[in-house]
């Protein structure tokens, strides 16, 4: 039976990078950010997200993410709410990517919230990333065109990386290409996961 291996870390830790390390060795990779964006297209989140937060956050019919998001990020009522439709969509889209996965061994199942969610609880194992705050704080200045204090506040809202950490199986440090190459080669050796490109 497949495996479940949950990757998490921080905002701007690196995790997609990390994720796609794994993808290179032939490991199929969910990445639930990603998916949810797609899924937050479907008639039936978006009928939901109409009903909750009214006709201001669209556009011509279409939703507009950063006028949500402004909604949600400081209001902690509003972001739960916005979970609630979200999040049961995910996971029963995951369940159904699950299924035509069966056949291999392991598969990587991303998300920034894997403990926030409680959906560590179904992994095998778990992945924490690692990398200095500063560099963190610069990858998402640099990615989201946004400022210092806005990256915080984000930061505010995740776990921080101590309790991902005493909760994980693994951690891969990601300050530098070398010490992520690194992390994995010593995760697919434990898992005895052959190297597609070593």
Same mark, same amino acid.
């Given at each position: 039976?497949?495996?479940?291996?949950?990757?998490?870390?921080?905002?701007?830790?690196?995790?997609?990078?990390?994720?796609?390390?794994?993808?290179?060795?032939?490991?199929?990779?969910?990445?639930?950010?990603?998916?949810?964006?797609?899924?937050?297209?479907?008639?039936?989140?978006?009928?939901?997200?109409? +009903?909750?937060?009214? &006709?201001? =956050?669209?556009?011509? !019919?279409?939703?507009? @993410?950063?006028?949500?998001? /402004?909604?949600?990020? #400081?209001?902690?009522?509003?972001?739960?709410?916005?979970?609630?439709?979200?999040?049961?969509?995910?996971?029963?889209?995951?369940?159904?990517?699950?299924?035509?996965?069966?056949?291999?061994?392991?598969?990587?199942?991303?998300?920034?919230?894997?403990?926030?969610?409680?959906?560590?609880?179904?992994?095998?194992?778990?992945?924490?990333?690692?990398?200095?705050? +500063?560099?963190?704080? &610069?990858? =998402?200045?640099?990615? !989201?065109?946004?400022? @210092?204090?806005?990256?915080? /506040?984000?930061?505010? #809202?995740?776990?921080?990386?101590?309790?991902?950490?005493?909760?994980?199986?693994?951690?891969?440090?990601?300050?530098?290409?070398?010490?992520?190459?690194?992390?994995?080669?010593?995760?697919?050796?434990?898992?005895?996961?052959?190297?597609?490109?070593?």
């Amino acid at each position: 039976m497949v495996k479940i291996i949950g990757l998490t870390g921080g905002i701007g830790s690196g995790k997609t990078t990390v994720a796609n390390e794994f993808a290179s060795h032939g490991i199929p990779v969910y990445i639930t950010d990603q998916e949810a964006k797609k899924l937050m297209q479907s008639d039936a989140v978006l009928n939901q997200i109409r +009903e909750e937060f009214g &006709e201001s =956050v669209f556009e011509n !019919d279409v939703l507009i @993410r950063e006028r949500l998001s /402004e909604i949600v990020f #400081n209001n902690t009522i509003k972001l739960a709410k916005l979970n609630s439709i979200v999040h049961p969509a995910v996971k029963q889209h995951f369940k159904q990517w699950l299924l035509e996965h069966q056949k291999d061994s392991f598969i990587i199942y991303e998300s920034a919230i894997l403990f926030e969610s409680g959906s560590y609880k179904d992994c095998d194992f778990i992945i924490n990333v690692v990398t200095p705050l +500063e560099i963190r704080i &610069e990858r =998402v200045i640099s990615r !989201d065109k946004t400022t @210092r204090n806005k990256v915080l /506040e984000r930061m505010k #809202n995740q776990w921080n990386d101590e309790d991902k950490s005493s909760k994980s199986d693994f951690i891969i440090d990601n300050s530098s290409v070398e010490a992520l190459k690194l992390g994995i080669v010593k995760i697919l050796n434990f898992l005895g996961i052959k190297q597609m490109n070593s």
